[in-house]
């Protein structure tokens, strides 16, 4: 029963046709997943209340790496523990890796068949549109004072201009927004109102339980959950037979999964220009079709990281055929994403209630948005310029280093095709969604008129 008498809690086999449900209709980035997992679990199914909802939301926004994922591997946990939370965050992923590397296979089989890569073509001035929603909406949330304006422009001129690693500007703006003075807590609210709030939801004996866990059960769940990440890790790189782009995929997509603060956006120019520039994994532009295949597909978009892996291995196989080499170097890139994900809900759950109100927190989180705002606007200057421009050089300028366009190169028809995905998102309102198809499908003809 729960914990107000209002029914028996479904069981974990009753709760995975739901989670299922919720992980196909997870389109449109964290918001739209968000909104869905909002609509399905507190207004339909009434697991859990509004309140523990946004609370379990506000702790996700603390963490690197996708909060929708890791807000329904927090509810699963919270309904049937670890299995529960292994359940629901592992069913959120599972349709969009499955999709993605479908599409890897078709996209290195047959993207250059004009169809195909007019498709391509058009998906990438959807991306560049999408992009530039994303910091719309997000800079109208997050830049709220003359501070926050600083802090995005500062972490913007740092990346684009003084190639300061992203994980470098991740954390110092959480360091100074930590130690930024704040204003006051609000005030706690009663046990009374909080119990108000919960009834008629499913919340059993069980759960409140599992909230106070204590920190010995929070080091055990953090020792395991360490281990099943990294000890992949140190296989494929101790092992003599996997090629070394394996060890380089497992070491790089491991680093991104502490410092993916703020969502896929913020964190793939930097992926992009380390895999394009530094690694040679991918040529420039295929960044915006793999964003573009991750946008098509359910699931969260830092999904478009195993499309970086599989390419990764695809090009690199050593003695393994390339298809192999790219299907594994591809799922490892996911393991090493989505693994620390459960490492910090299942290690961090239980301190969920101690954390609500915390001033300082809320400062690190404010300042890291912030900055997110600006290293999301690098995102669509770095994507842009590779979208509208054939060519683009790096200009030294005394200590900054400029990437600025060839005007000659300029790609009209690239341009015509932003400026309708611009249209269809700011002007018309489209969803993400009928954007792609808008701009794939005027993307093909294009392509099959000569015209692009």
């Not at 997943?33 to 603390?62: N, P």
């Not at 890897?104 to 959807?126: H, R």
């Not at 005027?442 to 000569?450: S, Y």
């Amino acid at each position: 029963m729960s914990a107000d008498g209002s029914g028996p809690c479904p069981t974990l086999a009753q709760a995975v046709p739901v989670w299922l449900r919720v992980a196909a209709l997870s389109f449109g980035g964290p918001a739209g997943q968000i909104a869905v997992m909002h609509r399905i679990l507190v207004d339909e199914q009434r697991w859990i209340s509004e309140r523990r909802f946004l609370h379990g939301l506000g702790f996700c926004t603390l963490l690197p790496g996708p909060e929708a994922q890791q807000l329904a591997t927090y509810i699963g946990w919270l309904m049937h523990g670890p299995a529960g939370g292994l359940v629901a965050g592992g069913l959120f992923v599972l349709p969009g890796l499955l999709a993605l590397m479908a599409l890897s296979w078709l996209y290195v089989l047959y993207g250059t068949i004009d169809v195909v890569a007019g498709l391509f073509f058009g998906l990438k001035a959807a991306v560049l549109a999408i992009v530039l929603q994303a910091l719309w909406r997000l800079g109208g949330r997050a830049l709220r004072n003359r501070t926050d304006r600083i802090i995005a422009a500062v972490a913007f001129v740092a990346i684009f201009a003084l190639a300061v690693p992203f994980p470098l500007v991740v954390v110092t703006a959480g360091v100074l927004g930590f130690a930024r003075r704040q204003g006051s807590a609000p005030a706690a609210t009663s046990a009374e109102s909080e119990a108000g709030d919960e009834a008629g939801f499913l919340i059993g004996e069980a759960t409140l339980a599992r909230e106070r866990a204590g920190a010995a059960d929070s080091l055990r769940a953090a020792a395991l959950w360490l281990a099943i990440w990294l000890l992949p890790v140190a296989a494929v790189l101790a092992l003599p037979g996997p090629p070394p782009v394996f060890g380089q995929v497992a070491l790089f997509f491991s680093k991104m999964a502490v410092v993916t603060f703020g969502g896929a956006y913020a964190a793939l120019a930097y992926v992009a220009q380390q895999a394009v520039e530094h690694y040679g994994w991918l040529r420039p532009g295929e960044m915006l079709d793999g964003l573009g295949l991750a946008e098509t597909t359910p699931g969260p978009l830092i999904m478009v990281l195993q499309f970086v892996g599989f390419l990764a291995g695809y090009r690199a196989p050593g003695t393994l055929p390339p298809l192999l080499a790219g299907t594994l170097a591809g799922l490892l890139a996911t393991w090493v994403t989505f693994a620390p994900c459960f490492l910090w809900i299942f290690a961090g759950a239980p301190l969920i209630g101690r954390l609500r109100g915390s001033r300082r927190l809320a400062g690190a989180l404010s300042a890291i948005t912030a900055a997110v705002a600006g290293v999301i606007l690098n995102l669509a200057v770095w994507f842009g310029l590779r979208t509208l421009f054939a060519q683009v050089e790096t200009v030294p300028l005394g200590p900054l280093h400029l990437d600025l366009p060839v005007p000659a190169s300029l790609d009209i028809a690239a341009l015509a095709l932003t400026l309708l995905a611009i249209l269809a998102v700011f002007r018309l309102g489209l969803g993400v969604l009928p954007t792609l198809a808008l701009s794939a499908g005027a993307g093909m003809l294009l392509r099959l008129g000569g015209l692009a």
